[in-house]
């Protein structure tokens, strides 16, 4: 009984760590994200300032520099401006928690 629950903590905190995509994608409606990225899946305008958002886990780069995985996509989210100055995309002060679920949802965009 004691490895069952042991494992259950194990498996929960494997989950967090990897994000709610159902969430995150609400929250990409809620951060405004369409107004500049066409994004399949999330109501709103589409956007053409930004680059679409569609087969995001395909693209071997972010923003054609940095490499395309969780740790950078999480940290971009959280502060374009802080990894690369000269980007339009603003700071919209996600919080990391908000971008673990953003995260999970754009990887499920292939």
Request: with cysteine.
């Amino acid at each position: 009984m004691k490895r069952a629950f042991v494992l259950l903590l194990v498996l929960a905190a494997c989950k967090q760590e990897n994000g709610n995509a159902q969430h995150g994608k609400e929250l990409m409606q809620k951060y405004g994200c369409t107004s500049c990225h066409e994004i399949p899946g999330v109501p709103g305008p589409r956007g053409s300032v930004g680059p679409p958002l569609d087969h995001m886990a395909a693209r071997t780069t972010i923003a054609g520099k940095f490499p395309n995985n969780p740790e950078t996509m999480m940290k971009w989210l959280q502060n374009p401006q802080s990894m690369d100055p000269q980007n339009t995309m603003p700071n919209l002060n996600v919080t990391p928690e908000d971008s673990r679920d953003m995260t999970a949802f754009l990887y499920t965009l292939k």
